[in-house]
């Protein structure tokens, strides 16, 4: 059973500074691995898609990496801004038991505050 | 924005209703996959449903049932609602046998009183 654990659960940051989201799983038999964005009382936002074969992908200031041997993710975002508050959930996608499905596997996410 | 809708946003019901919510996928979906996200939690799976049958289900009790319908559009239902129900209920539209990518709706913000 895949396990998403996401490490900080929250961080605070001034303005400006530069900073690091972790994402670890259990399972490295993965379809693709997405992070998404959430404001409060707000639905999912999807930031990056790497899928199993691809190690990064970029979107202007952030940038998201996948080691899948390790059961590693990270997403890095560039010069922080107030904005960028909310929390941060990554989920790997996997087929389910005889292939007769895929679904996400999420972890609790990272409480992002950005401070002015 | 995803192209997948959900309806109604909220829902307020008390305890031993229940619930029908609504969800329509993304143009070119086959697919729906159903999660429940609890205050503070990383949304849980439900169910999704191809080809207008379940093919997967969650670690979820037999209330929480699901219909697909031929243009794709997909039902949750809840009986005898809990007050654990309580929970913002996301729906993810995907193509089967293309990328598996899901696309999520701005999802139905239940309470249970």
């Known amino acids: 059973k895949q396990e998403v654990t996401q490490i900080p659960a929250a961080l605070s940051v001034p303005e400006g500074e530069n900073l690091v989201l972790n994402c670890s799983f259990t399972d490295s038999a993965i379809y693709n691995l997405q992070w998404f964005r959430q404001d409060p009382g707000k639905g999912l936002t999807s930031l990056l898609l790497i899928q199993s074969s691809q190690r990064e992908q970029t979107s202007g200031r952030l940038n998201a990496s996948l080691d899948k041997s390790s059961g590693r993710s990270t997403l890095y975002i560039a010069a922080s801004q107030p904005g960028d508050s909310a929390t941060y959930l990554c989920a790997t996608l996997q087929e389910g038991s005889g292939g007769s499905n895929y679904k996400l596997t999420f972890g609790k996410g990272t409480l992002l505050t950005v401070n002015p | 924005e995803t192209g997948v809708t959900q309806s109604p946003t909220h829902l307020i019901k008390t305890r031993g209703q229940q619930v029908t919510l609504r969800c329509s996928s993304q143009?070119?979906?086959?697919?729906v996959s159903w999660y429940q996200q609890a205050l503070g939690q990383g949304p849980q799976f439900i169910f999704q449903y191809y080809r207008e049958e379940e093919n997967g289900r969650g670690n979820f009790p037999p209330r929480f049932s699901g219909l697909q319908f031929p243009n794709y559009s997909s039902e949750l239902n809840v009986n005898a609602l809990e007050l654990d129900d309580s929970a913002l209920y996301l729906c993810?539209?995907?193509?089967?046998?293309?990328?598996?990518?899901?696309?999520f709706g701005p999802g139905t913000r239940l309470l249970v009183l």
């Open positions: 993810a539209s995907s193509f089967r046998g293309g990328s598996e990518t899901q696309y």
């Open positions: 143009s070119g979906h086959n697919t």
